[in-house]
């Protein structure tokens, strides 16, 4: 039986103004490489570059059956994924108040992608020292000056 791959990945989302110009990165890492995703949008809002993170970090994924600790600053996403999408899909893609889902299609997405893999999500304070959501953001922000990124690196083994 094959050992379950183990990936962390950190997202966050950028945005300048709200709506306005934005970016959302990806960093994934597994004992042999980090990869880093980023991308810019020019009319966009923080919550579409958050999801977008997520959905671009799972994604890049191949296969299926990951064990996949996903980190992130927003409480409104990790809530989302971790409490309210059950009672959303129930409701035919509405909140509780009845209003529908913003970004349904992200959210519908990110739903079809947590099947395909094990999915821990958990919320880190943002800019509070966390490395790998500094290492997100500080990507995000730098895909909003200068568009799209896409970096891999080795990770050197111990010993």
Same mark, same amino acid.
């Given at each position: 039986?094959?050992?379950?791959?183990?990936?962390?990945?950190?997202?966050?989302?950028? &945005? @300048?103004?709200?709506?306005?110009?934005?970016?959302?990165?990806?960093?994934?890492?597994?004992?042999? @490489?980090?990869?880093?995703?980023?991308?810019?949008?020019?009319?966009?809002?923080?919550?579409?570059?958050?999801?977008?993170?997520?959905?671009?970090?799972?994604?890049?994924?191949?296969?299926?059956?990951?064990?996949?600790?996903?980190?992130?600053?927003?409480?409104?996403?990790?809530?989302?994924?971790?409490?309210?999408?059950?009672?959303?899909? *129930?409701?035919?893609?509405?909140?509780?108040?009845?209003?529908?889902?913003?970004? @349904?299609?992200?959210?519908?997405?990110?739903?079809?992608?947590?099947?395909?893999?094990?999915?821990? &999500?958990?919320?880190?304070?943002?800019?509070?020292?966390?490395?790998?959501?500094?290492? *997100?953001?500080?990507?995000?922000?730098?895909?909003?000056?200068?568009?799209?990124?896409?970096?891999?690196?080795?990770?050197?083994? *111990?010993?």
């Amino acid at each position: 039986m094959a050992q379950q791959r183990t990936i962390t990945l950190h997202t966050d989302g950028a &945005c @300048k103004g709200n709506p306005g110009p934005g970016a959302w990165a990806a960093i994934l890492e597994d004992d042999e @490489k980090r990869l880093c995703l980023a991308g810019r949008v020019f009319a966009t809002t923080n919550q579409e570059m958050e999801l977008t993170a997520v959905v671009r970090g799972l994604k890049i994924i191949k296969g299926t059956g990951a064990r996949v600790f996903l980190y992130m600053d927003s409480e409104y996403i990790v809530r989302g994924i971790n409490e309210w999408l059950p009672g959303w899909k *129930a409701r035919g893609w509405k909140k509780s108040d009845k209003q529908p889902v913003a970004h @349904k299609e992200l959210w519908q997405e990110l739903d079809e992608l947590l099947k395909k893999h094990e999915v821990i &999500c958990e919320w880190v304070r943002g800019h509070n020292g966390h490395a790998g959501n500094e290492a *997100a953001d500080a990507l995000a922000n730098r895909a909003l000056k200068v568009g799209a990124i896409r970096e891999q690196e080795a990770i050197a083994s *111990a010993g």
